[in-house]
């Protein structure tokens, strides 16, 4: 399957914002990522959202070409996606990597369900604006005896 990355780009874009403006609904904080990623790499805040909105682009294709492999249909398929990936890549990576311990639990009791709430927003937005089918593999027709 070929990667429409246009179509990806504003998946992103819709889809990070969407994720940042329910973390200002649930922290009351807007654009806390973008301003950790700074804090953290002692760069300036243009910088951290730069890398926070790549990071959701970088999801968005790996999602486009992993999508059509996952069972599912429109919807569920970008939920099990972040799902897997927050798990995987905010739990058990990124926040460790950013001093928040697993599940960011170093922050709080809440955070790891505000994340999955958050990235959970960040997928509907990729059912929504980047819709696969998902692959079904050929039958080759068997020779006859």
Do not use: N
């Given at each position: 399957?070929?990667?429409?990355f246009?179509?990806?780009?504003?998946?992103?874009?819709?889809?990070?914002?969407?994720?940042d403006?329910?973390g200002?609904?649930?922290?009351?904080?807007?654009w806390?990522?973008?301003?950790?990623?700074?804090?953290?790499?002692?760069?300036p805040?243009?910088?951290?959202?730069?890398?926070?909105y790549?990071?959701?682009?970088?999801?968005t294709?790996?999602?486009?070409?992993?999508?059509?492999?996952?069972?599912?249909?429109r919807w569920?398929?970008?939920?099990?996606?972040?799902?897997?990936?927050?798990?995987?890549?905010?739990?058990?990576f990124?926040?460790?990597?950013?001093?928040?311990?697993?599940?960011?639990?170093?922050?709080g009791?809440?955070?790891?369900f505000?994340?999955m709430a958050?990235?959970i927003?960040?997928?509907?937005?990729?059912?929504?604006?980047?819709?696969?089918e998902?692959?079904?593999?050929?039958?080759?027709?068997?020779?006859?005896?």
């Amino acid at each position: 399957m070929k990667i429409d990355f246009a179509k990806a780009a504003l998946a992103a874009v819709v889809g990070t914002l969407a994720l940042d403006v329910l973390g200002f609904a649930l922290t009351g904080t807007f654009w806390d990522i973008p301003t950790l990623l700074a804090d953290k790499l002692q760069s300036p805040f243009v910088v951290g959202l730069a890398l926070h909105y790549s990071l959701g682009f970088t999801l968005t294709v790996i999602y486009a070409a992993i999508a059509p492999s996952l069972p599912g249909g429109r919807w569920s398929r970008p939920l099990i996606f972040v799902t897997a990936e927050t798990v995987l890549g905010v739990y058990l990576f990124m926040f460790p990597l950013l001093g928040a311990g697993f599940a960011g639990l170093g922050l709080g009791l809440a955070v790891p369900f505000i994340s999955m709430a958050r990235h959970i927003v960040f997928g509907l937005a990729l059912g929504w604006l980047y819709p696969v089918e998902r692959r079904v593999a050929k039958r080759r027709p068997q020779p006859a005896t």
